[in-house]
């Protein structure tokens, strides 16, 4: 693996994260304090660069703007990137921007339009903090995949934390890509990830493939993309899941 930078992350954020989280090489939870060591943490680590914006600016400038026959939302979100998101080398400004685009994403009142029941409010807040962490990794232009942390694999990573068994584990990746087919959500998603400097893609078919999302900027190489993922995921994968803990006998 190569890891460019070895200074340890730390942010505080404005709600506690579960400290199982630590289950996880490389990362500590300390309620609303995550450090972040990315030698341990990443299973590739080449670049501490991202694209990021505003999000108080997503909110008041993009958020309620509607496409047109003219504009459609990509576009929007687009000529919004183009003109208000810069380069960070802080990836506490990445985790930070991250979770206020997931807290407005994976907020309780979408609950009742899930056609999920057995989806709670918690489960929520598990999507939150994952797709947080999620933000860290990285897809170049040319599709090359830069950084990939064990959140890459959704599902995998969220059955470690928080126990979750795997049909509940697919059911919450079904929530986390569901903007795919719901286009009111879809529409909300390509906003709000232009704090993020891009758009959210997956790997993935669906829950059983686990190639998991990240956020890729507008013009990147997806087939230079599907290739990359295809060469590393399933060792990875195997390795996010060794750190499951066994339910006692």
Not at 149 to 157: S, V
Not at 176 to 189: A, D, L, M, P, Q
């Amino acid at each position: 693996m190569t890891t460019i930078d070895t200074t340890a992350i730390t942010v505080e954020l404005p709600q506690a994260f579960d400290e199982r989280w630590s289950r996880l090489p490389g990362i500590q939870v300390d309620g609303r304090r995550i450090t972040i060591n990315p030698a341990q943490y990443f299973f590739r680590f080449e670049s501490n660069t991202w694209l990021v914006a505003d999000w108080e600016l997503v909110k008041s400038q993009l958020l309620d703007v509607a496409e047109t026959t003219e504009s459609a939302v990509e576009q929007l979100a687009l000529d919004f990137i183009k003109a208000h998101a810069e380069s960070t080398s802080d990836p506490t400004r990445v985790l930070s921007t991250a979770y206020e685009v997931y807290a407005y994403l994976f907020r309780d009142e979408h609950l009742a339009g899930l056609g999920l029941p057995q989806i709670t409010a918690e489960h929520l807040r598990m999507l939150r903090e994952a797709a947080t962490l999620m933000a860290l990794n990285k897809v170049e232009l040319d599709g090359h995949i830069s950084n990939v942390g064990p959140c890459w694999f959704f599902p995998a990573a969220t059955s470690v934390v928080f126990d979750l068994d795997d049909e509940m584990g697919g059911m919450l990746d079904e929530v986390y890509h569901g903007g795919w087919f719901n286009e009111h959500r879809r529409i909300e998603s390509i906003k709000a990830h232009a704090a993020l400097g891009g758009r959210l893609v997956h790997g993935c078919q669906s829950v059983p493939d686990q190639s998991g999302g990240v956020v890729a900027p507008y013009g990147a190489s997806m087939t230079a993309f599907r290739d990359d993922l295809a060469a590393f995921k399933a060792g990875w994968i195997e390795q996010v899941y060794a750190h499951r803990v066994s339910p006692a006998a």
